[in-house]
């Protein structure tokens, strides 16, 4: 693998390059190269895989106050699912790293949902015994929590049921969303909506769909009733 190609794409450079070349072997690379010393990256999966849940849960904890126990396990478990890790890992390209077997390779291993998940856990775990935790959390902080911040986890709470549940506490509160905008070509296309309570705009969202639009709308509403 081109290590430091992607040292230079992520912005970090490794002080042990054989954590990181490890973090991108899969098992099936290894059983083909037994003559030779390699480690796959199983158990830095395994490591990855508590830092991240770690971070996850303490990025949770501190941006959302107001969230109970319960919806921020769920919020998690959206996160750390294996299509949410997959996506991290195509985000970054990790793909092209991966050092396969070549059976696995002509059976579209490098493409695997799983694999893919398995190798953005490897990495963190690398990375996390590389440079320590606190150089863990920045990665994060670059390539995950924005996607959480700007609501891409938002299908996992239903955050208008939350926005009706808060006005039904008032009388006479009526709820509305209405798609004012649509961005974008018909295989691509992105939705603008805006959530009225009696009348008011209370809040706007933009999603892939009507209902992801909608649900950020309500998210919207809720932390500004919040603030």
Not at 11 to 18: E, S
Not at 29 to 51: P, T
Not at 143 to 153: D, N
């Amino acid at each position: 693998m081109n290590s430091k190609q992607l040292e230079e794409k992520l912005h970090i450079k490794f002080n042990n390059h054989k954590l990181l070349e490890q973090a991108f072997t899969h098992s099936s690379y290894v059983n083909e190269h037994q003559g030779k010393v390699f480690s796959d990256n199983e158990r830095l999966e395994f490591l990855g895989d508590a830092v991240l849940e770690l971070g996850v849960s303490q990025y949770l904890y501190r941006n959302n106050e107001k969230m109970p126990e319960g919806e921020m396990t769920k919020l998690r478990a959206a996160i750390v699912c294996e299509p949410s890790l997959e996506n991290f890992s195509r985000d970054l390209g990790f793909g092209e790293y991966i050092l396969l077997g070549r059976g696995e390779e002509q059976t579209g291993g490098r493409d695997r949902p799983a694999l893919l998940a398995d190798v953005f856990e490897s990495f963190l775990g690398a990375l996390y015994l590389d440079q320590g935790y606190d150089q863990a959390i920045s990665f994060l902080n670059e390539f995950v929590f924005p996607k959480i911040s700007t609501g891409a986890f938002s299908h996992a709470m239903d955050y208008k049921s939350q926005l009706q549940e808060l006005v039904q506490q008032y009388k006479n509160q009526n709820i509305e969303y209405k798609i004012v905008d649509e961005k974008g070509p018909s295989h691509s296309k992105e939705f603008v909506t805006e959530v009225y309570v009696k009348d008011q705009k209370a809040g706007s969202g933009v999603g892939r769909t009507k209902k992801e639009a909608e649900q950020r709308a309500a998210k919207h509403a809720l932390d500004t009733f919040n603030d």
